[in-house]
Structure formats: structure tokens, C-alpha cells
């Protein structure tokens, strides 16, 4: 499945780049940005990037379950870029919220 229609970038390749990125670092944030800079890409729209953080989360999930990290570290991590996905994405989502007022506010007058 394609991720990024922009860089046409397939679920499979952010995938791999996780795994090699944890295999380096098992214990490092990963980010959108850090995925695409190790894949040599630059996020155009980024309008993908709320679903790679959500591929981020499950990759690295399911890589601490295959290495058997105890459970409650994994559960701790997950959580955490859980709860700033959620929040970034409630920002990204006022923040258009905003700007289309802005833009319907200039229609008007």
C-alpha cells in the first residue's frame, strides 16, 4: 500500500526503515521526519505523516514483542507516542480549523 503519494513511498519500505532504525538504537524516537531523512526522502505535503507515526507505533511494537522486551516498557513506549500523536493531531486539526475561519472570514467582508 502506498503511504506517500508524493514520494510514492509503499507501507513496506517505511517498515524496513523502522526495523533498521530500531536495530541501531532499540530505544530511540522515531519520528516522521527521522524516517524519511534515513529513506533520503523530504516530506512534501506531509499529509502522510499522522499515518507514518501510526506505522512507527505498531513497527516498534511489534519489534520490542519479537525481541521480548518486557512487556510493560513496551506498553509505556506505545502509550506515550500514542498520546503525542493525538495531540499533535488535534493541533494540526485546529490549527486548519483556524485558518479556514480565517479564509471564509475574508470571503465575507
Not at 517498515?15 to 530500531?22: F, N
Not at 523530504?42 to 501510526?54: A, H, I
Not at 512487556?71 to 480549523?97: D, F, H, K, T, Y
Request: glycine letters at 4%; hydrophobic letters at 40%; charged letters at 30%.
Amino acid at each position: 500500500m502506498i503511504v506517500c503519494h508524493c514520494n510514492l513511498i509503499q507501507e513496506s519500505e517505511i517498515e524496513r526503515t523502522i526495523v533498521a532504525m530500531l536495530d541501531d538504537d532499540p530505544w530511540q524516537l522515531i519520528v516522521p521526519l527521522k524516517v524519511y531523512h534515513e529513506m533520503n526522502k523530504r516530506g512534501r505535503c506531509c499529509g502522510c505523516f499522522p499515518n507514518v507515526v501510526d506505522i512507527i507505533i505498531r513497527v516498534t511494537a511489534e519489534y520490542h514483542k519479537r525481541n521480548r522486551t518486557p512487556p510493560a516498557q513496551i506498553e509505556s513506549l506505545v502509550v506515550r507516542l500514542s498520546e503525542v500523536n493525538r495531540e499533535i493531531e488535534a493541533a494540526r486539526r485546529a490549527g486548519a480549523r483556524r485558518a479556514a475561519e480565517l479564509r471564509a472570514g475574508r470571503r465575507a467582508a
